[in-house]
């Protein structure tokens, strides 16, 4: 079946630890897209990738990286700048330019 | 800047009653609007979707009524069983744009 996978399902940081969450789809969807969704404040949109090795900023930046080497693979670094990382963080695809997005299952992350 | 704004927050109805979630927009230049379900530790699922050339769609219990006029769109839930009881997003995005806005979400609550 076609599909987003995020993992790991949890993942517990410790404060000053960059992280990576993963994000692998097999739709051969050109874009990704990350998100962090926060109770109340709906869909963040963090980095896009419309292509690989092209990647964009999205709304909330600042203490995230990503990297976008293969068109399957679009990971999430959530680094130590980041200073309210506790969220939860959606990993969406697309065809360029065509509408709706499908989004994995969501990646949980808790500084401890 | 919120470019869809979605109400209510939270919404509390009884079985076999009618649920309606809200939005609105502000740029013209969106002509897809989704609707996404969302179970607790889950990602969104597409649930309906408009085009504004029509004005409503209707896909067994869910209806989308769509005024382009006043750049409004609302999701109407009927027969609400507690099995809908979920977050319910919608959006908007711009056809040659991968760029999808979210509204803030809906918390529905449908008491047995």
């Known amino acids: 079946d076609g599909g987003i996978t995020q993992s790991p399902k949890y993942l517990f940081r410790k404060e000053g630890q960059n992280v990576t969450l993963s994000c692998e789809q097999n739709?051969?969807?050109?874009?990704m897209y990350w998100y962090r969704q926060d109770p109340g404040q709906g869909l963040r949109l963090i980095y896009y990738?419309?292509?690989?090795?092209?990647?964009q900023k999205g709304d909330i930046a600042e203490g995230y990286s990503v990297s976008r080497e293969k068109k399957e693979s679009f990971p999430l670094t959530v680094t130590s700048a980041q200073k309210n990382p506790t969220a939860f963080y959606l990993c969406?695809?697309?065809?360029?330019?065509?509408?709706?997005?499908?989004f994995g299952s969501g990646t949980r992350l808790t500084v401890v | 800047q919120q470019q869809v704004k979605q109400s209510p927050q939270s919404l509390i109805v009884q079985k076999g009653g009618i649920s309606i979630i809200n939005c609105a927009y502000e740029?013209?230049?969106?002509?897809?609007f989704p609707w996404y379900q969302q179970f607790p530790g889950k990602g969104p699922a597409l649930l309906i979707a408009?085009?504004?050339?029509?004005s409503e769609k209707k896909e067994g219990r869910f209806t989308i009524s769509f005024n382009k006029s006043a750049k409004q769109f609302s999701l109407h839930i009927m027969d609400s069983q507690p099995g809908d009881s979920a977050t319910y997003f919608c959006?908007?995005?711009?056809?040659?744009?991968?760029?999808?806005?979210f509204g803030a979400g809906t918390r529905l609550t449908v008491k047995p």
């Open positions: 959006a908007a995005q711009v056809a040659n744009n991968n760029d999808m806005r």
């Open positions: 739709l051969n969807h050109d874009a």
């Open positions: 969406a695809s697309s065809i360029t330019f065509a509408y709706g997005y499908t």
């Open positions: 740029n013209t230049a969106f002509d897809y």
């Open positions: 408009i085009r504004p050339d029509v």
């Open positions: 990738s419309q292509i690989v090795n092209d990647f």
